[in-house]
């Protein structure tokens, strides 16, 4: 893992490179930069909040779930041990080495749910990466429409001593999310609308020709009664 002190020296780092590739580049153009605040955006959606939500909820469960099976063997080592004066000693190994493979199921577990490339990082690429990639996608379509060359996250690991307001394109992107969020709302508004008038249509249609049908079923009774 890398410390906070590594972390700020690779900031700095990148800093004075992007300052030498900036200072290089402005005789030749000037330079459009800009940079966005990814965790104000992600806090502002509801998708994410809703996904997030569901993420924790998922990892809480499993922390829950560890907690409980942890704390029962616990209990049923403590026992063993107490009834270990009461029972031979192969006895006593027979139950010593059912919880010890218990134990060493739930450690499986634990690292299936939290290990390296666990079941958390899964979901986390299921609920919350499409998401981010929404965002990167609407600051890729509005630094390619404005030409930026540079744009910059605030909330990551780099370190901006000074930006001016200017430069924050995060209302625009999130403004950006939001209007194609709307918009595809209102689309599927549009077709749900659509179908649901379809299938009155249909209905309708269906209970004309049933009274037609009716109609001349009547008929032919009244003319057979009148003959």
Excluded: C, H
């Amino acid at each position: 893992m890398i410390s906070k002190k590594q972390n700020i020296v690779f900031s700095l780092l990148f800093s004075a490179i992007f300052l030498l590739i900036f200072s290089s580049s402005y005789s030749q153009k000037i330079l459009r930069v800009g940079y966005i605040n990814m965790d104000y955006i992600l806090e502002n959606l509801d998708d994410y909040k809703l996904a997030n939500q569901e993420y924790s909820l998922k990892l809480d469960k499993w922390k829950r779930e560890i907690e409980k099976k942890n704390n029962d063997l616990d209990v049923r080592f403590k026992e063993l041990e107490i009834k270990r004066p009461l029972i031979t000693t192969t006895i006593y190994e027979e139950f010593k080495a059912e919880l010890d493979f218990e134990k060493k199921q739930l450690e499986d577990y634990q690292q299936k749910r939290f290990g390296p490339e666990g079941d958390w990082i899964i979901q986390e690429k299921i609920l919350i990466q499409p998401i981010q990639d929404e965002v990167l996608a609407a600051v890729q379509k509005i630094a390619d429409k404005n030409k930026f060359d540079f744009i910059f996250d605030k909330s990551s690991a780099i370190i901006m001593l000074y930006s001016e307001k200017k430069y924050d394109i995060s209302e625009l992107v999130l403004k950006s999310i939001l209007r194609q969020e709307k918009l595809d709302n209102l689309q599927m508004n549009f077709e749900d609308e659509s179908k649901q008038k379809r299938r009155d249509s249909i209905l309708k249609v269906r209970e004309e020709k049933k009274v037609e049908l009716q109609k001349r079923r009547d008929s032919i009774l009244n003319a057979r009664k009148n003959r």
